[in-house]
């Protein structure tokens, strides 16, 4: 951002933010560039060929969800070395489970409508899942058995799923 850019929840970045993450560990952990390329055995070329992909990835889901009234928020994309050392896309991508959205038109009126499973991760938080997840992983010890959903909260996460189905690919559920 440009120096004195007020910074609020829901603004749009100047340009794409990239970050990297293990995958091998307990959980997932932020990297940096330097440690990634030492634990990852990859060279620069290697790593900078994933990073363009990744961009090139987004700017299709971008383009293609933008026509159906939607904002790509935010995704992850998981890679492996192929044939070759040729990175090569790993998982899914584009879906509910991976990636976050926003309805076009309530953000072109000033609202933020989340069209993701974060309600799910918020309701894990409100009853303190969450904290005891992290703190069981912090301490090394074992993790908490994940408590069983609401059937309302079941229920809205089906109607999502079939909602944004419809929206993304255009097919009736």
């Known amino acids: 951002f440009e120096s004195g850019t007020q910074i609020e929840e829901g603004c749009k970045l100047p340009e794409p933010y990239l970050e990297v993450s293990t995958k091998f560990e307990s959980f997932d952990r932020l990297l940096e560039r330097e440690e990634a390329l030492e634990i990852s055995n990859l060279t620069e070329a290697e790593f900078d060929s994933?990073?363009?992909?990744?961009?090139?990835?987004?700017?299709?889901?971008?383009?293609?969800?933008?026509?159906r009234g939607l904002i790509h928020v935010d995704g992850k994309k998981e890679?492996?070395?192929?044939?070759?050392?040729?990175?090569?896309?790993?998982?899914?991508?584009?879906?509910?489970?991976?990636?976050?959205?926003?309805d076009d038109e309530a953000y072109a009126n000033g609202q933020i409508v989340s069209?993701?499973?974060?309600?799910?991760?918020?309701?894990?938080?409100?009853?303190?899942?969450?904290?005891?997840?992290?703190?069981?992983?912090?301490?090394?010890?074992?993790?908490?058995?994940?408590?069983a959903l609401p059937q309302s909260m079941i229920d809205k996460t089906a109607e999502l799923y079939s909602s944004m189905f419809e929206r993304l690919t255009g097919i009736e559920f």
């Open 50 to 67: 994933i990073l363009q992909a990744v961009l090139k990835i987004d700017a299709i889901i971008e383009r293609e969800a933008g026509k």
């Open 79 to 102: 890679f492996a070395l192929g044939p070759g050392r040729k990175p090569v896309l790993v998982d899914s991508f584009g879906t509910l489970d991976e990636d976050r959205w926003w």
């Open 115 to 147: 069209l993701s499973k974060e309600f799910v991760r918020e309701h894990y938080i409100a009853i303190g899942h969450h904290k005891a997840l992290y703190d069981a992983r912090f301490e090394g010890s074992t993790e908490p058995p994940i408590p």
